[in-house]
């Protein structure tokens, strides 16, 4: 019993890191594109659309959702547990640790909608192609908007703070000193991942 729970969360650390990370990095780069206006969206997501079909569904169901579905069930699962040995922590871990149970709880909400209604809906059932128009149409709504800024916040941080509680997990940073480096540098990391976001963001509504 003691070993299942062992590997399973192992499994939910991994997944969380290197899968989801590598899916929030592509989300990332792709919707960066359009800093540089609608044709290099398009471009990019035209690109992604020479992947061969039975590919592409495979690598979404793969690559993404198993994994997605595990890491955020699983998640929840663990955020439900009652965990009160953060107060055995410094001020800024046991913050942290909280914001990484809320932006779970956000990213379950803000998911479901994101990927039903653009991936499920829109281009699963309507057969609309996601393009650069249509997003700078959904995003006239200013709180579609916030909502998404808050969303891709959200995810960056669970995922850099991921970064710091992964390297403990796994007994990579073992003392306070390489702790605190990781810390750090990965609250860099989501600095500029949020920064660029913002940029994205803003790029529709100019
Ligand atoms: C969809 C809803 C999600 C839920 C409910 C969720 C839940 C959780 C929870 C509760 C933890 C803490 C685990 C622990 O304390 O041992 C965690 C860790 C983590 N999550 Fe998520 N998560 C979600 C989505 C994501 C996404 C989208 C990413 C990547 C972009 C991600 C990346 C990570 C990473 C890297 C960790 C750290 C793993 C570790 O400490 O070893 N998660 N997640």
């Known amino acids: 019993m003691f070993h299942t729970t062992f590997y399973i969360r192992r499994l939910h650390s991994i997944c969380g890191l290197a899968v989801l990370g590598m899916v929030l990095f592509e989300h990332i780069f792709t919707n960066s594109m359009a800093i540089f206006g609608p044709a290099a969206l398009n471009g990019a997501l035209e690109m992604m659309e020479l992947i061969p079909k039975p590919i592409f569904l495979g690598l979404e169901l793969g690559g993404i959702a198993i ?3 595990f890491h955020a069930i699983y998640g929840v699962y663990i955020a439900l547990q009652a965990n009160n040995n953060a107060s055995n922590y ?3 871990r046991n913050r942290n640790f909280t914001l990484q149970r809320w932006t779970a709880w956000y990213l379950v909400i803000f998911l479901i909608w994101h990927v ?8 699963g059932i309507t057969g609309t ?4 128009e249509l997003l700078q149409n959904y995003f006239q709504n200013p709180v579609v908007v916030v909502l998404y800024v808050l969303g891709m916040f959200a ?3 669970h995922f850099c703070n991921g970064i710091t509680t992964f390297c403990m997990t796994w007994g990579i940073t073992k003392g306070p000193r390489s702790q605190n480096v990781v810390s750090v540098l990965s609250m860099g990391l989501c600095a500029i991942l949020c920064l660029i976001t913002l940029t994205f963001m803003g790029s529709y509504l100019i």
């Open 67 to 69: 994994p997605l579905l």
């Open 90 to 92: 410094g001020y800024c």
């Open 116 to 123: 039903g209604y653009l991936r499920l809906y829109t281009k």
């Open 129 to 132: 192609p996601i393009s650069y």
């Open 155 to 157: 995810a960056i941080f």
